[in-house]
């Protein structure tokens, strides 16, 4: 793929997703124009791009769509959610357009068609007719003089943002003088007139022939002004006009017809200077609107190794800022253009500071998680080092040697681990790329269920390790639709409570020490927790007696066990009783937490700690019937010696008292139900060995039971996928200093 | 009469509407060689432009109007 389309597809997916946002924000506020200002400039910067890539039906329904938000800007078109829907819909079809162009190097076959329906769904009915879908691009500039071409594009400037040039074809119907209809005086009606040719529609008869009262002519104008007055004045003709804004790049005489299509950098230059010359940016935007420009050209420049010309327009962007005066812009992008045919001459120009550049680099992601992987492998090796320094040490007769041996580990370690701090930190990215999907997701489901629901997002520039952020929308997506489905209350009965009838959903980010944490709140109907608790019994995740002895909190938090759902009836949305446990084991397996606030008829949040990074995980390998397993230190209170003696029956369960407390005693090779080893040497005699661990989340402690207690290590936790990412007695697994893989124990997953 | 035949030359004065073109035609097929003198017109309508157009005659003096002048003038006045 060449750089200036990867270029493309990147930003246009920005604008996208900015779009999208806009587009939503404006639904619930129709009347904020710097809204409609800045989805429209959205739409524009979509469709000047997508001019130089030579796909058509994109360009078409985009300008469709321009067209509408400028209506919608003038206060011609009012905004409703059928507009929003469409204009949402152009977007879609627009990024699928951007993957199909990023996967074949072109549109789809049905394009014109799915523009077309598009464009008839913008325009709706009434304004179909006067703007068949299939009016035609401007491609024949040749009909108007140079001269007439080039008066057209010097009068559009200076002129009020949203104007454009548009191409009128005019054929009156023949039979019109009869109807009263005087199409010359229509056009001299034309508020911007800038060119006009009259010319026979067949062939002009000779005078003897002519029928006076047949009108002839087919009438070719340029126009300048906004499009709606340009069509007010035909409105009566509609049905024999067609109007097209013409681009400017089909009139710049310099240019037709057109620059040679092999001639990327040179159509970007030319893009941009057209882009300085238009008139419609509002009087805010414009250093903005330069600021662009003079980037676009030069990257383009310095795609193609002008980094002087480069810099000269960057240079030539700061002086025209400080002058308010865009022609430094225009000489330096001028220059560049001269300086591309005679490159001979370029360089010699070329005495401006080299402006300083943007230090911030695009890089595939597979890139940084090759480097990413390889870190994870040094790590091994590292502990590998580590373990051949033990056995040396143990070796007769090498006393010198353990020394620097033991120091080199030792180095190794901290560049490892510097190292993988490295690599982690270029893998942080904002949550707002996960926040930014869920907008569009609110607004489609609160339609759906007719409840009205504002989305606040916060904290969307709270970053953290990619495969974290990415690991979160799926439970994010579980929890804002159960917010919607089942905590927020139908507005009827929101306005019986008292409350507002549009509710709010809150996503929110923020960093408190090493963990982000991302809220899910709403202001519903909160949890019924007795119910939680009833339903608790029912399913038999606990017992009556066990319920009781559970703080509210405590027992809220049983939405998370495993087969518990409060809502008896499903819905498509959520609800299927494995919801809430489901995000709870995604959010731990990638080493977060969850927990739960609710007040009733106040709302919930839910609550999701995760680590900022995959750091380092600490382990402690451990051994049960003859297999290894490395369990995370963070959750093991302490390792003890269990003599025989200490360990009570209490109803048929082994247990033993820690610290004053009753802990029920669990051995990990019956747990994991792991084959008997041959030859089980531990158990027979002497003391357990017994790790205290923590269940977390008010689950209280345990003692996992193990035959012999390994090395503890530092290791690079790979998540499970496949198939296996859903055993939940397992975090993950990390590669040993011998090579083998050792697995990983999620310890609060492990207790039957 | 908007349209009316002085001292050999078709004279168009004020406004032209669309029931001037037949007379103008008349006039103009009955005196081939006549030229046309519009400078006292105000407006045409577009059945009057019409006729001048194909009629290629020979136009004397400027319109007072200015669409006239600026945009109808370059498709009468040919070389």
């Given at each position: 793929m060449n750089a200036l389309l990867e270029q493309f597809l990147l930003e246009s997916r920005d604008l996208i997703a900015e779009g999208t946002r806009g587009l939503i924000a404006l639904e619930r506020s129709p009347e904020d124009g710097e809204l409609v200002v800045g989805v429209f400039r959205v739409f524009h910067t979509l469709k000047g791009s997508s001019g130089v890539f030579g796909i058509q039906p994109m360009t078409r329904m985009l300008h469709a769509a321009e067209d509408m938000l400028a209506a919608i800007r003038d206060g011609r078109t009012p905004i409703d959610p059928a507009l929003i829907d469409t204009l949402l819909e152009c977007l879609d079809q627009t990024a699928r357009w951007l993957d199909d162009l990023e996967v074949r190097d072109g549109l789809s076959d049905d394009a014109d068609g799915m523009a077309a329906g598009l464009i008839r769904r913008l325009r709706g009915d009434d304004a179909a007719a006067t703007?068949?879908?299939?009016?035609?691009?401007?491609?024949?500039?040749?009909?108007?003089?140079e001269a007439e071409r080039s008066a057209a594009i010097e009068a559009l400037r200076g002129q009020a943002e949203g104007t454009s040039i548009f191409r009128v074809v005019y054929q009156p119907d023949p039979r019109c003088f009869f109807n009263g209809d005087d199409p010359l005086k229509l056009i001299a009606g034309l508020p911007g007139l800038a060119a006009l040719r009259i010319s026979p529609q067949g062939d002009w008869p000779a005078l003897e022939t002519l029928d006076p009262f047949r009108c002839d002519m087919r009438i070719d104008a340029l126009a300048i002004g906004e499009e709606a007055a340009i069509r007010h004045a035909f409105r009566l003709v509609a049905d024999q006009v067609r109007i097209a804004e013409v681009p400017l790049r089909a009139l710049s005489p310099q240019l037709s017809p057109g620059p040679?299509?092999?001639?990327i950098v040179g159509a970007v230059l030319a893009e941009q200077r057209l882009l300085l010359a238009s008139?419609?940016?509002?009087p805010g935007e414009v250093a903005g609107r330069w600021g662009s420009a003079a980037a676009a050209a030069a990257n383009a420049l310095r795609y193609e190794g002008g980094n002087g010309h480069a810099a000269a327009v960057a240079a030539a962007l700061a002086e025209a800022v400080e002058r308010h005066d865009p022609s430094p812009l225009f000489r330096a992008l001028d220059q560049a253009v001269q300086g591309r045919q005679s490159p001979g001459t370029a360089a010699a120009s070329q005495s401006a500071p080299s402006a300083p550049a943007s230090r911030s680099l695009r890089v595939e992601e597979q890139r940084v998680d090759r480097l990413f992987a390889l870190v994870g492998e040094m790590i091994v090796a590292k502990n590998t080092l580590g373990w051949l320094a033990g056995r040396t040490a143990e070796a007769a007769g090498a006393g010198d040697i353990v020394r620097p041996l033991r120091d080199l580990h030792a180095l190794v370690e901290r560049l490892t681990r510097d190292m993988h701090d490295a690599v982690v930190r270029i893998r942080m990215v904002p949550v707002g790329q996960v926040f930014d999907r869920f907008p569009r997701l609110v607004r489609d489901l609160s339609l759906r269920l007719g409840k009205p629901v504002d989305l606040l997002v916060e904290g969307e520039g709270t970053s953290a390790d990619k495969t974290v952020v990415e690991a979160l929308f799926e439970p994010l997506l579980h929890l804002v639709r159960n917010s919607l489905d089942h905590g927020i209350e139908p507005p009827e009965m929101r306005r019986g409570a008292g409350k507002p009838e549009r509710a709010t959903v809150t996503l929110r980010a923020f960093h408190a020490g090493d963990r982000v944490v991302v809220e899910v709140s709403d202001d519903g109907g909160g949890i019924d927790i007795a119910a939680v608790g009833r339903k608790a019994v029912d399913s038999r995740v606990l017992g009556e007696d066990e319920l009781g002895a559970l703080s509210e909190a405590e027992t809220a938090r049983l939405i998370f066990a495993p087969g518990l759902s409060t809502m008896d009836e499903t819905s498509d949305l959520s609800g299927r009783g494995v919801g809430m446990a489901a995000v709870r084991m995604a959010i731990e397996r990638i080493g977060g937490a969850v927990g739960v606030e609710t007040v009733r008829h106040r709302g919930t949040t839910i609550r999701l700690e995760l680590p900022l990074t995959l750091a380092l995980l600490r382990i402690v390998t451990v051994s049960a019937r003859g297999r290894r397993f490395g369990v995370p230190l963070?959750?093991?209170a302490e390792t003890i010696r269990l003599s025989d003696d200490r360990i009570r029956r209490i109803r048929g369960r082994a247990a033993f008292t820690w610290r004053e407390q009753v802990v029920p005693l669990h051995p990990l090779g019956r747990i994991l139900e792991l084959p008997e080893a041959r030859d089980p040497l531990s158990g027979s005699g002497g003391d357990r060995l017994v790790l205290v661990v923590d269940a977390g989340g008010g689950g209280g402690f345990f003692g996992l039971e193990v035959d012999g207690i390994g090395d503890r290590l530092e290791v690079a936790l790979r998540p499970m996928d496949g198939l296996?990412?859903?055993?939940?007695?397992?975090l993950g697994t990390t590669l040993q200093g011998d090579g083998q893989v050792l697995l990983i124990l999620n310890p609060k997953e492990l207790p039957p | 009469m908007t349209v009316r035949l002085a001292d050999g030359v078709i004279v168009l004065e004020g406004d032209c509407p669309v029931d001037e073109a037949e007379a103008l035609l008349d006039l103009l097929l009955a005196n081939p060689n006549a030229p046309v003198d519009w400078t006292a017109c105000d407006q045409l309508h577009t059945s009057v432009v019409q006729v001048l157009i194909v009629a290629r005659r020979s136009i004397r003096g400027e319109p007072g109007d200015a669409f006239l002048r600026r945009w109808i003038v370059p498709h009468i006045h040919l070389p």
């Open positions: 703007a068949p879908p299939d009016a035609p691009e401007f491609d024949d500039p040749g009909i108007f003089s040679k299509s092999d001639d008139t419609d940016t509002p963070d959750v093991v296996l990412g859903n055993i939940p007695a397992y | -």
